[in-house]
């Protein structure tokens, strides 16, 4: 990707590489200023930083933040990307332990974080690019209840954001909008690799905003990429004025498109939402895109092309004709899970754990998820870590975290039995943001005087659900990721 800032920088210097919304208005940064910063940011690397050993990064949406992370790559230092504001320090540390990270840095510094600014020293370019193909971290739920560390290389990045560039014609005449976190895979791939690779505008929001979308429109955005949940939102929110667009082309990643969601969507837009299927560990396994042939109803997309694919035959009753369990190697497939053995079978292929259909040209429909997960926005919650950590409080004495369904999208909900008089909002909920992720942290919790149980003594989910069903709301995470 370094290359490309590079040859960006030399060839159309003045021109915006980054755009993000601020409180105080837009904010432009151009393809120069963008090089110069992460060749600061290099040199600060090369000077004082071991090569060997990652760092830590708090990743917001702005440009600063783009420039310390190919800084950081173009000094050959591995990177564990954070949602910026969504990790609390407790996680961040427990993390920079597990991988052996001395440093961390992020927006605004403070206890053990370098600040952006502390790190970018004047230097004008030119951004080479590393030496070593650095490893970009990233985090994902685990069976185990721990949160596991993807190992993907910034050359599969870049990689992804080629792939992107590819299906859906990024030039740099496009201005890419995407109102999603830049840590996560989605726009690691589709908005930030696939921008720089291209050329096209980055258009950012450190918080997603419906105005500041509709700006963004407004000023000449052509591509939207977006969660369900997003598209979800904006659909329930028409534009304000009947102006004409160069919006062109939709974008959903993250988690399954609802059809309410999907039809809100293009009616608002008047262009069809064209769905990403695809994990942190693979990237894009199947998508949508513009072709004469309609999408079947339900239809993932087709297979990427680059994409090699097993079917794992679905055993039991219920399992409709030729579905079966998805393994897959991509273009972008993960290089591990940090301090784990090797996650592919004796074909080399990574197991998805989704029941899929596959029709004879690829077109890929998923049947079935993982159902331990819970998909917040497009983030996946593990109900055994969150579980994991209302065990610990004093407050609780029991706890069962399940997945409730409101209007097309999941949230996370905590069934609890306390101890004593505790304050719930003031006690529980506290524990929980100081050791869990934002969109980890229960959004609806039930208090009962017991669980429900099966006589194996396992929580009985459907008896816990009527029960929490019967109940006013006890405790809500106001403002959090749903």
Known sequence: ????????????????????????????????????????????????????????????????????????????????????????????????????????????????VLAYADVMTEAAGPLRAPRRSPEILGMTSGSTGRPRIVRQTLANIERGGRIYRDTYGYTEHDVLVGPIPMAHSFAMMGLLAGGLVSGARIVTMPRFSVSGVHTAIDQGATVLLGSPMIHRILGMAPRPTEK???????????????????????????LPVHQIYGSTEAGVIACQYDREEPWREGA??????????????????????????????????????????????????????????????????????????????????????????????????????????????????????????????AHVLAFCRDRLASHEVPHRVHVLSALPRTTLGKPDLTALKQACALLPVDGAVDGGVR
């Open 1 to 112: 990707m370094h290359e490309h800032v590079e040859r960006h920088a030399r060839t159309r210097p003045e021109a915006i590489a980054v755009r993000v919304r601020t409180p105080d208005g837009w904010a432009d940064t151009s393809w120069r200023r963008l090089r110069d910063m992460a060749a600061g940011v290099c040199d600060h690397a090369r000077r004082t930083l071991p090569s060997d050993e990652p760092v830590v990064l708090a990743l917001d949406n702005s440009a600063e933040g783009i420039a310390v992370l190919l800084g950081l790559t173009a000094a050959s230092v591995d990177v564990l990307c954070l949602e910026s504001g969504a990790s609390p320090d407790g996680v961040r540390r427990s993390l920079a332990r597990r991988i052996g990270a001395r440093h961390a840095m992020g927006p605004a510094g403070g206890d053990g």
């Open 244 to 270: 004409g667009s160069a919006l062109r082309a939709l974008l959903s990643s993250g988690g399954p498109l609802p059809a309410d969601t999907r039809a809100r969507a293009e009616q608002v837009f008047g």
């Open 300 to 425: 993932a997309g087709r297979i990427h092309p680059a994409a090699t694919w097993r079917l794992r035959p679905a055993e039991g009753a219920d399992a409709p004709p030729g579905a079966g369990w998805l393994r897959v190697r991509t273009a972008t497939l993960f290089a591990g899970y940090l301090g784990e053995g090797d996650p592919l079978d004796e074909d080399g292929l990574f197991d998805t754990g989704d029941l899929v259909g596959v029709e004879a040209g690829g077109d890929l429909t998923v049947l079935a998820r993982k159902a331990a997960f819970i998909n917040v926005g497009g983030r996946k919650v593990d109900p055994g870590r969150v579980g994991a950590v209302l065990d610990e409080c004093d407050a609780v004495a029991e706890a069962h975290v399940f997945g409730h369904e409101e209007d097309g999208e999941e949230a996370v909900h905590a069934a609890v039995v306390l101890r004593g008089q505790h304050e719930l909002t």
